[in-house]
């Protein structure tokens, strides 16, 4: 599978083009919060489907929401912050349309995955955590991506780049070298 997703790139065939990202363009219509709230139940267990509606809209939760929802929902701001950071598929902040998912499990470790992280940071001009200023990207690290056989490897969206090496972390990447 991993090798597969490579094809593409060793035969230097053209990915599909990349459609803007909309989390780009979108600033925070709060008249369109107020229409998400207002279609909501006031009961405290509508925060979660609420939050998960307003990021669906946005890509994120824009933290001036925060007050509009605790409000509705008879909340202090605080406890929906505090919802918001227990939840790791909660975010403050606008992520990258793609998210590129670095295993550090054991066998991607012993494999080199330190070295993949690295130069994946390096391609990309990030930390952990971070997203690049065009939301094309967002970094993060994660336990295991569970294809341990492919170690070490990467998840870049929602396709699998197993038994990676600084050569396929600089064809997976290579645009973003030359300024594309």
């Known amino acids: 599978m991993s090798e597969r997703s490579l094809d593409f790139l060793v035969r230097g065939e053209k990915e599909q083009a990349p459609v803007e990202s909309e989390m780009a363009t979108k600033e925070v219509n709060l008249t369109r919060v107020n229409e998400l709230i207002a279609g909501c139940s006031e009961e405290r267990w509508a925060l979660i489907p609420l939050l998960q509606k307003v990021q669906s809209e946005f890509g994120y939760i824009p933290p001036e929401c925060i007050p509009l929802i605790a409000r509705k929902?008879?909340?202090?701001?605080?406890?929906?912050?505090?919802?918001?950071?227990?939840?790791?598929?909660?975010?403050?902040?606008?992520?990258?349309?793609?998210?590129?998912?670095?295993?550090?499990?054991?066998?991607?470790?012993?494999?080199?995955?330190?070295?993949?992280?690295?130069?994946?940071?390096?391609?990309?001009?990030?930390?952990?955590?971070e997203t690049t200023p065009d939301l094309e990207y967002t970094l993060e690290t994660v336990a295991c991506i569970g294809v341990c056989a492919l170690a070490p490897n990467i998840v870049v969206g929602d396709r699998v780049y197993g038994r990676m090496n600084p050569k396929k972390v600089e064809l997976l990447f290579r645009s973003r070298r030359a300024g594309g």
């Open 73 to 129: 929902l008879r909340l202090f701001p605080s406890q929906v912050q505090g919802v918001i950071s227990f939840y790791a598929q909660l975010y403050t902040q606008p992520r990258g349309r793609k998210v590129v998912r670095v295993c550090r499990g054991t066998a991607c470790h012993v494999r080199g995955g330190k070295t993949i992280l690295k130069l994946v940071k390096e391609h990309l001009g990030i930390e952990e955590g």
